[in-house]
T-cell receptor
Framework: GESVGLHLPTLSVQEGDNSIINCAYS??????FIWYKQESGKGPQFIID?????DKRQGQRVTVLLNKTVKHLSLQIAATQPGDSAVYFC????????????FGKGNQVVVIP | NAGVTQTPKFQVLKTGQSMTLQCAQD?????MSWYRQDPGMGLRLIHY???????DQGEVPNGYNVSRSTTEDFPLRLLSAAPSQTSVYFC???????????FGPGTRLTVT
């Protein structure tokens, strides 16, 4: 929990506004991407995933966008709530059938009431 | 349905001591994994297993051993603890390889 927020990029968002969290990935062969949310003192929690044959996927209040041309992934959170305050990680699976996820370093989101 | 459970929640070891971090899941998931999380480093894969009797190394396996004798349990062993192994350890499981893994609450380990 408290250790994961150290020196992370931080996004401060007003409650009710939309949040956009960005992630650059490294492997152009990656075929699967996933976003996790980690609240202080807890394990990461699955938010949403997307495969490389898609460029957008929507969930409940969240949208993931994938731009393979520039190897960029983003997570949009609509109407941000105080419960959205957490560290957000993107992860990629390097290739089909590979049983590993490579995680990014994370982004801290702080929601201002 | 308890999901993924980890014990202990906290542990302090002296350099050179050994211990086992326990991980269990009750979702009948074939895939299980261990990660360590250090400040500013994200999560790094230590070992993983795609089923009982099958394990493989991840990104940072040195100093750690695993075994998978049952579908439910995937213990992580530190053979001779070192201060560099001070970290938060997470176990995860999935019904479908590395996709959509469910994480446990973590074990905070300090090696002095």
């Amino acid at each position: 929990g408290e250790s994961v927020g150290l020196h992370l990029p931080t996004l401060s968002v007003q409650e009710g506004d939309n949040s956009i969290i960005n992630c650059a990935y490294s492997n152009s062969a990656s075929d699967y991407f996933i976003w996790y949310k980690q609240e202080s003192g807890k394990g990461p929690q699955f938010i949403i995933d997307i495969r490389s044959n898609m460029d957008k996927r929507q969930g409940q209040r969240v949208t993931v966008l994938l731009n393979k041309t520039v190897k960029h992934l983003s997570l949009q959170i609509a109407a941000t709530q105080p419960g959205d305050s957490a560290v957000y990680f993107c992860a990629e699976n390097p290739s089909y059938g590979n049983n590993r996820l490579a995680f990014g370093k994370g982004n801290q989101v702080v929601v201002i009431p | 349905n308890a999901g993924v459970t980890q014990t202990p929640k906290f542990q302090v070891l002296k350099t050179g001591q050994s211990m086992t971090l326990q991980c269990a899941q009750d979702m009948n998931h074939e895939y299980m994994s261990w990660y360590r999380q250090d400040p500013g480093m994200g999560l790094r894969l230590i070992h993983y297993s795609v089923g009982a009797g099958i394990t493989d190394q991840g990104e940072v396996p040195n100093g750690y051993n695993v075994s998978r004798s049952t579908t439910e349990d995937f213990p992580l062993r530190l053979l001779s603890a070192a201060p560099s192994q001070t970290s938060v350890y997470f176990c995860a499981s999935s019904y479908n390889g590395a996709y959509e893994q469910y994480f446990g609450p973590g074990t905070r380990l300090t090696v002095t």
